[in-house]
């Protein structure tokens, strides 16, 4: 069974770099069917998908148009984890973080989800 | 704002049958996915595919799909259903999730 665990802080400066890591058991980052993702959800926006890393014979990643320019999720191998680091954030970006594996096209198992704050 | 679309509030008796839909134009092309989330949890996934349950989930939930709007159906609400459903899918393109804004489910 897969499980994915989510770290890092709950509070980040505005204008400062959000990161959040999710560690992987039961699969592999490297798995060439499965693909990671992150996905937020907040009061004024609902669930929303941010983006996702994922391998077939190479690296690839998709991520929100909402949110090209600030975003980057990279996979970490010798850690079996994956990681979202989102740049110059506003309170806008205050949620509730989750990262979930997607499996044939479905979202099938997600972390326990970890709120950051936006705040000075 | 969502390309998928879901009733905001939908009420059903306990023992009864409720339809909970959502639509957008991807779902023409693409299955969705459901999910459960009760306060304070991740979502669940309760139905994905054609009509797909994963294991533990109540035979009781089902889903469909016709045209733009897939449909999620609880035969026989129980209370501990009462809670907030979300469906997703890929947007037209193909390569971006897309969620609905959600239906908070109140089972009487």
């Known amino acids: 069974q897969v499980q994915l665990q989510q770290s890092g802080p709950g509070l980040v400066k505005p204008s400062q770099t959000l990161s959040l890591t999710c560690a992987i058991s039961?699969?592999?980052?490297?798995?060439?069917?499965?693909?990671w993702n992150w996905i937020r959800q907040s009061p004024s926006r609902g669930l929303e998908w941010l983006g996702r890393?994922?391998?077939?014979?190479?690296?690839?990643?998709d991520y929100a148009l909402s949110m090209r320019g600030r975003i980057a999720i990279d996979p970490d191998t010798s850690k079996n984890e994956f990681s979202l680091q989102l740049n110059s954030v506003t309170p806008e970006d205050t949620a509730v973080y989750y990262c979930?594996?997607?499996?044939?096209?479905?979202?099938?198992?997600w972390g326990q989800g970890t709120l950051v704050t936006v705040s000075s | 704002s969502s390309e998928l679309t879901q009733d905001p509030v939908v009420s059903v008796a306990v023992g009864q049958t409720v339809r909970i839909t959502c639509q957008g134009d991807?779902?023409?092309?693409?299955?969705a996915s459901w999910y459960q989330q009760k306060p304070g949890q991740a979502p669940l996934l309760v139905i994905h595919?054609?009509?797909n349950r994963p294991s533990g989930i109540p035979d009781r939930f089902s889903g469909s799909s016709s045209g733009n709007t897939a449909s999620l159906t609880i035969t026989g609400a129980q209370a501990e259903d009462e809670s907030d459903y979300y469906c997703?899918?890929?947007?037209?393109?193909?390569?971006?999730?897309?969620f609905g804004g959600g239906t908070k489910l109140t089972v009487l």
């Open positions: 997703n899918s890929r947007d037209s393109s193909g390569n971006q999730w897309v």
């Open positions: 979930a594996r997607d499996l044939s096209a479905t979202l099938h198992s």
């Open positions: 890393t994922y391998y077939r014979s190479k690296w690839y990643n």
């Open positions: 595919g054609k009509n």
């Open positions: 039961g699969d592999s980052v490297s798995s060439n069917s499965a693909a």
């Open positions: 991807s779902l023409r092309r693409y299955y």
